[in-house]
């Protein structure tokens, strides 16, 4: 049993040490990771459109 009061302790003084990124930061970083997703999926989809264009000229797919 002391051994997971000792557990507990280490983690209430470690959970105080943690450093919390100010809510500006977290917002435009969620920006730049939805712009990049957004991107991301643009081009896949325009590549999936390119490639079945493609496959259909060559009869390859109806």
Known sequence: MDKFKEYFKGIK??????????RR???????????????FTTYTYGLDIIFKGVLKTLGLID
């Open 13 to 22: 003084s470690e959970w105080g040490k943690i450093t919390w990124p100010e």
């Open 25 to 39: 930061q977290v917002i435009g970083q969620t920006i730049i990771v939805i712009v990049i997703v957004t991107l």
